[in-house]
């Protein structure tokens, strides 16, 4: 089983900034995504990295402003927040595909608080 943790949520002000990690328990990682899941809405796509050549791809809110990343010598995938805006409050999600198969596996989310 494919352990999945995020870190790096907390509560900022608007404009402010947040880098969030997700680390898999296993390398043999096709991409990481990010999604996010404000109170009373449904969980949305934010950010997705392939592994072996970095290429990104993001949801148009956070397009510019969101940078997805990723160190595989540390295992380790990054989203870094700028410029951060009260709509951008939700739990944030990671989730992995990995190289083999089409499971996915989730973490348990990290909050994210954006304030005025």
């Known amino acids: 089983q494919v352990q999945v943790v995020e870190s790096g949520g907390g509560s900022v002000q608007d404009g402010g900034s947040l880098r969030l990690s997700c680390a898999p328990s296993?390398?043999?990682?096709?991409?990481v995504s990010w999604f996010r899941q404000a109170p009373g809405l449904e969980r949305e796509f934010v950010a997705t990295i392939n592994w072996s050549g970095g290429y990104t791809y993001y949801s148009d809110s956070v397009k510019g402003r969101f940078t997805a990343s990723r160190d595989t010598a540390k295992n380790t995938a990054y989203l870094e927040m700028n410029s951060l805006k009260r709509e951008d409050t939700a739990v944030y999600y990671c989730?992995?595909?990995?190289?083999?198969?089409?499971?996915?596996?989730w973490g348990l989310g990290t909050q994210v608080t954006v304030s005025s």
């Open positions: 296993t390398s043999n990682i096709f991409r």
């Open positions: 989730n992995v595909r990995l190289s083999v198969g089409t499971s996915d596996y």
